[in-house]
């Protein structure tokens, strides 16, 4: 061997002299890079408690725990981080649909106490939590879905020209895509009032198996289908992926999957205890609350007859909201499967003071849930005018089939759902729409995507507009006098109101002017020895936790009861009546 | 006293799973006549998790933090073949942005070149020589701090994902990691004369654990292995896969076949895939996303299928065989780690007439990761 490989590894004590290849490290430990995966990090205040970095850790090191009263839209929990399982993947980070959560770049942490290695970060104060630096989400990068799959529509052009729906629906393949952006979170079950079983239901849908969706659907909405198409889905509002992109679409979803069946008794067949049998129970009302409470003690076993003013069921689903929402079949596919669960209906027929008296001594129980059927009035000079209209009237003319006539020009005074109804049936019918409303469009309680549908058919959005009188013209016509409004923010955390700007007088001709700013109760029917026991001084019933009235089995739901006044607060008043009975009953029975 | 017989002179060793010089956690139960091996047999079992069995149970964007962990020198290997295995049968191996491909196969190279600098200094280490293992893990670590900056972290990397990976390349981190090549490349001059030029080594490693050509098919043998007893076959120019095929990149070969030969392969490699790096780094977009757009990943199914894909990792043809069933997991994972042949198979036949002095080195020189044995 030769002497070479005896003397080069000597070289090596050149290193003695030379600079060291180690880096020396002073003044504690080396930052960790700027996206380095540290100790976690939350913005709380951002933080919704959806629990999708719980449902991504393939360690189970994060568990859901409660901080704070849960609210809608936020579950009050956190996620605690076990430090013991935590393998620094960031999955959870990258998850994270509200984009609270984060790592830091810290990374050294010692302690004799093995316990303070599970943390809730944010809440647990930590050194590192005001962290500029570690691994955060980033845009470009999504573990999750964001795009919805688009809903296809009428072109707006062809909508006016027709009364056909709308919304067309998901096909199999679009619901199934749609339905697999879902991540179980469950906000939108606390935020719906019905609390329906909704990442159940999408999950079913997913899977392929919508008879299942459909099962779970009719746990607690017997009117899914309606739901399905015009619900004001305080889901969708709260979904967490709708956080940072679009929520997933739970209204299509459940329409899809309703109109898979066209024979829902088939599908269904509920499997439920009877403790209804031999009792009866009369409804008056037929809306979402009176249906809803029909269908599910009717399915226990109850004998339920429902009596209706209109000749058609439905309540404001039926006679308020426009067709070509919610067409006549999808409603008659509801009503026929009450009939199959036994449901007795009595049509155009107006209960009055002493029927109420005599079904409460015939029945085991009344349900009272006849809505809000009193249209506020306008309270500008002019409102008597023939051709100043209530929308409901309106509404109601049309969906009974009578000729409604609206003349060529037509304003709509408010900034409801039925406002909106009101004006796309004047656009098909033929006018030209002027919505006058005295917010701003951002206040308009009516659903945004039904504003957007309403403008794309020609209608024209008025806002910060105060009707100040209505004058007939010497032609026939009305002249609409409305004035312009600031926004004054009276008191913090309130929500700006109109404030008249004086001497500013604008002027619309139109043929009529239809009014919908909202209805009232109209209970003068009630006997007095009831209304005085039921009404508060707003001249709406209270109940209790049961659904049950001061009035010793006469329970009442829907928008007499309660204040949100939608359809599927009146399916869950619905559901409260109907465990209010299904446990006096049982009760009874023992 | 009586002449003892062959029998009795045999004395039974266990080297490992408690040794510093045996390759990971694992053992060898060897049989001595004097200082000579006269059979040995591995022992695995010290680290088994069951990998594969885990991922048969987690969605499969949950499997990334395991894989990695199959090999803690190199553990990007199986983050690329998960991802790639993954997107062959969900269709989504069409979607990977252009960008992506380039920063995978970066990142591949800056794997292999991380664990070739560890295992080039444990060929040393193995016998004893502690000055070139020290050197060759701080320039390891020049390699670590560049993943750290990439991944966020400086060992269990968990970067690739499905559809592409998981950042862009920080701001300047090119003109960083050339300075670290720079570095490497300045001080394994150094290295040569500890390690190549040195008396011990040579002597100790040229014409020891001398591995046959004919074993080669017959035992499956792969990567520096083969390449070391003159056979050009490297999974990444015979079966390009990422950006490689574009690369100007030729298999090294060397001869002898011997722990020296092996180690001068590596010594190869290293300049090799340093001359990789350059070339990726100097071809790569620097616009463009680096991931394609995902589906929901805690719901995602995809339809049943089997694929088999390969890369080539520092210790060889890496593998994996994956069997989907349309649902939103694994139904079954094999991961074919080079190490099974090379520490079982191979090991057990070099061992008999092995000296117990050079087990480690002979051991190191085949590069044994003993998670991918026991998966």
Redesign the interface.
């Known amino acids: 061997?030769s002497l070479?490989?005896?003397i080069?590894?000597f070289?090596?004590w050149?290193?003695a002299v030379s600079k060291p290849?180690?880096v020396p490290v002073t003044g504690g430990p080396r930052p960790?890079?700027?996206?380095?995966?540290g100790w976690h990090i939350n913005d709380v205040e951002k933080c919704i408690g959806c629990g999708?970095c719980s449902?991504?850790c393939?360690?189970e090191a994060i568990d859901m725990v409660p901080v704070d009263d849960p609210v809608v839209g936020d579950s009050g929990l956190r996620p605690k981080i076990d430090y013991g399982r935590c393998?620094?993947?960031?999955?959870c980070v990258?998850?994270c649909p509200s984009g609270s959560l984060g790592?830091s770049n810290e990374y050294v942490w010692a302690d004799t106490d093995a316990d303070v290695f599970r943390y809730i970060p944010g809440v647990d104060e930590k050194p590192w939590d005001d962290s500029e630096l570690g691994?955060r989400r980033?845009e470009?990068?999504?573990?999750?879905?964001h795009?919805r799959v688009p809903m296809g529509m009428l072109d707006p052009d062809e909508r006016t020209q027709t009364w056909a729906e709308v919304v067309i629906g998901y096909t199999e393949e679009q619901a199934r895509v749609e339905a697999?952006?879902?991540?179980?979170c469950g906000l939108c079950v606390a935020a719906c009032p019905a609390h329906m079983h909704i990442p159940d239901y999408i999950g079913a849908i997913?899977d392929g198996d919508d008879a299942r969706a459909v099962q779970i659907i009719y746990d607690n909405n017997a009117m899914p289908e309606m739901c399905g198409k015009v619900c004001t889905r305080r889901c969708e509002s709260v979904c967490s992926i709708g956080v940072q992109g679009d929520p997933l679409a739970i209204r299509w979803l459940k329409r899809y999957a309703t109109e898979r069946f066209d024979n829902l008794a088939e599908v269904l067949q509920p499997q439920v205890e009877r403790v209804g049998e031999g009792r009866t129970v009369a409804v008056i009302g037929g809306g979402p609350s009176g249906l809803t409470v029909a269908y599910y003690l009717a399915i226990r076993g109850f004998e339920v007859t429902v009596h209706e003013a209109l000749p058609q069921v439905g309540g404001a689903t039926f006679f308020g909201i426009p067709r070509y929402r919610f067409p006549m079949s999808s409603l008659e596919k509801q009503v026929d499967l009450l009939k199959s669960a036994g449901v007795k209906f009595v049509l155009n027929h107006r209960v009055d003071g002493d029927e109420l008296t005599r079904m409460l001594a015939e029945n085991d129980a009344v349900f009272m849930g006849v809505g809000l059927m009193k249209p506020m009035a306008l309270r500008a000079p002019g409102e008597d005018l023939p051709g100043v209209i209530p929308a409901l009237d309106m509404l109601r003319e049309q969906n009974l089939g009578h000729e409604v006539d609206v003349g060529e020009k037509v304003v709509v005074v408010g900034g409801g759902n039925v406002a909106i109804d009101a004006s796309r049936i004047s656009r098909r019918l033929g006018a030209e729409v002027t919505i006058a409303y005295r917010r701003r469009v951002v206040d308009m309680p009516a659903d945004d995507e039904e504003i957007e549908d309403a403008e794309a058919e020609g209608v024209e959005i008025v806002t910060q507009a105060i009707p100040l009188r209505v004058e007939a013209t010497e032609d026939g016509k009305l002249d609409f006098v409305w004035g312009p409004a600031e926004m004054v923010q009276e008191e913090e955390g309130k929500r700006p109101r109109p404030k008249l700007i004086e001497g500013v007088e604008n002027h619309l001709v139109v043929d009529r002017v239809i009014v919908a700013i909202g209805q009232g109760p109209d209970l003068d029917w009630l006997p007095t020895e009831i209304s005085e026991k039921i009404c508060n001084k707003w001249g709406y019933i209270e109940v209790d936790e049961t659904g049950m009235t001061a009035v010793e089995g006469l329970y009442a739901g829907g928008d007499l009861v309660n204040d949100t006044a939608d359809a599927i607060s009146a399916i869950a008043d619905g559901l409260r009546a109907v465990n209010g009975i299904v446990d006096k009953t049982r009760a009874q029975h023992v | 006293m009586t002449e003892q017989t062959a029998l009795e002179r045999r004395v039974q060793l266990w080297f490992g799973p408690q040794h510093p010089g045996i390759t990971g956690n694992m053992a060898v139960q060897a049989w001595l006549e004097g200082d000579t091996l006269t059979s040995g047999v591995t022992h695995v079992g010290y680290l088994h998790r069951g990998f594969e069995k885990l991922m048969e149970r987690?969605?499969f964007?949950?499997?990334?933090?395991?894989v990695c962990r199959i090999c803690v020198p190199e553990p990007d290997t199986n983050e690329w073949l998960l991802a790639a295995s993954i997107e062959e049968l969900s269709g989504l191996d069409k979607e990977v942005p252009e960008k992506a491909r380039w920063i995978r196969t970066l990142f591949l190279e800056m794997s292999r070149l991380s664990s070739m600098l560890m295992v080039l200094g444990g060929h040393v280490g193995a016998m004893g020589l502690g000055?070139a293992p020290?050197?060759l893990i701080?320039?390891r670590d020049y390699i670590l701090?560049r993943f750290?900056?990439l991944?966020?972290?400086r060992v269990?990397h968990?970067y690739v994902t499905y559809g592409g990976v998981?950042?862009d390349l920080?701001e300047g981190f090119a003109e960083r990691l050339e300075a670290n090549l720079q570095e490497i490349e300045s001080?394994l001059p150094?290295v040569d004369?500890?390690i190549f030029?040195?008396?011990?080594f040579?002597?100790r490693a040229i014409g020891v654990g001398v591995v046959p050509e004919e074993w080669v098919d017959e035992l499956g043998l792969t990567g520096p292995i083969v390449r070391a007893m003159g056979i050009a076959r490297d999974t990444r120019t015979d079966y390009p896969y990422e950006k490689y095929g574009e690369l100007d990149i030729e298999p090294m070969t060397t001869t002898g076949s011997d722990i020296f030969a092996r180690a001068w392969m590596r010594r190869l490699e290293i300049a090799q895939s340093i001359d990789l790096i350059r070339q990726i780094l100097a071809k790569m977009p620097t616009e463009g996303?680096?991931?394609a757009?995902?589906?929901?990943?805690?719901?995602?199914?995809i339809p049943a299928g089997e694929t088999y894909v390969r890369a080539e990792a520092s210790r060889g043809e890496m593998g994996y065989y994956v069997v989907t069933d349309g649902s939103d997991k694994i139904r079954r994972v094999h991961v074919r780690g080079p190490s099974y042949v090379h520490g079982v198979t191979l090991l057990e036949r070099l061992m008999p007439g092995t000296n117990i002095a050079d087990l480690s080195a002979l051991m190191v020189s085949l590069q044994v990761c003993p998670p991918e044995i026991e998966r």
């Open positions: 061997m070479k490989y005896t080069a590894p070289s090596a050149l290193q290849f180690t960790g890079a700027p996206r380095y995966r999708t449902a991504i393939q360690n393998c620094w993947c960031a999955l990258d998850v790592m691994w980033e470009g990068f999504e573990l999750v879905d795009d697999s952006r879902c991540v179980d997913r | 987690r969605k964007i949950q499997s990334f933090p395991i000055t020290n050197w701080t320039l701090d750290e900056e991944t966020g972290a269990y968990m998981r950042r920080p001080k150094l004369n500890v030029d040195s008396a011990v040579r002597k996303p680096y991931s757009k995902l589906p929901n990943m805690l719901t995602w199914t």
